[in-house]
């Protein structure tokens, strides 16, 4: 039972390169998640998408595009990335039957831009 | 504007005794309150929950509790194990679609 799947597990970049960070969850969830972690920042939210089809802005969207390919495929695109975004990301998939349930999170995306 | 506040960066407990980790909300819009447990290089893992409509949820060594007029929860953690150490976040959402997380409160339980 794989969960919630990130690829890659690390990644380094130059300044404005580009690069798609891979999500994927196997538990039939409609809700995915892109977060940011950053020291003293706590967890951040990117994008979320609520549904297949459907994608909403977070509380740090600038920078990203996301794309929810299907119910299970949620990718997080950075265009042109930049130092500030150094962090590590975590996409997360909630969501079944029950309308209140957890979140599931990936083991993470440690992303450095030189 | 920081939703979910968690004012304590670290704490220290010995083996045995309790942990009280705290986490303050400003949103009364929240009804759905969460605590993730996090190791290092690791994603974070659920702990435990409550819904707004309820003040207290336990689960073994673990306690949530929700004071929705003073927009305050709290998880007890009785006894404090090793084990335990490890940072752990208070998240809220709002009818299931978002989770606004805190900062993190780094537990150490000396053995």
């Known amino acids: 039972n794989a969960g919630v799947t990130q690829t890659p597990k690390f990644q380094v970049l130059k300044t404005g390169q580009s690069m798609t960070l891979q999500c994927a969850q196997d538990m039939n969830h409609n809700s995915m998640y892109w977060y940011r972690q950053d020291p003293g920042m706590g967890l951040r939210l990117i994008y979320y998408s609520a549904s297949e089809g459907t994608t909403d802005k977070g509380e740090v969207p600038n920078g990203y595009n996301v794309s929810r390919l299907n119910k299970r495929e949620f990718s997080l695109r950075l265009e042109s990335a930049a130092p500030s975004q150094t962090s590590v990301y975590f996409c997360?998939?909630?969501?079944?039957?029950?309308?209140?349930?957890?979140?599931?999170f990936g083991q993470g995306t440690r992303l450095t831009v030189v | 504007d920081q939703q979910v506040k968690q004012n304590s960066p670290s704490l220290s407990v010995q083996e045995g005794r309790i942990s009280i980790l705290n986490c303050d909300y400003t949103n009364s819009m929240f009804d759905y309150f969460l605590w993730y447990k996090k190791y290092p290089a690791e994603g974070p893992t659920f702990l435990i929950s409550i819904s707004s409509i309820k003040d207290k949820n336990e689960d073994g060594r673990f306690t949530v509790f929700l004071n929705k007029s003073a927009k305050h929860l709290s998880l007890h953690i009785v006894p404090s194990q090793p084990g335990d150490s490890a940072v752990y976040f208070c998240a809220a959402s709002h009818t299931g679609n978002q989770f606004y997380f805190g900062t993190g409160t780094s537990l150490t339980v000396i053995p």
């Open positions: 997360a998939s909630s969501g079944s039957r029950r309308q209140y349930t957890e979140a599931f």
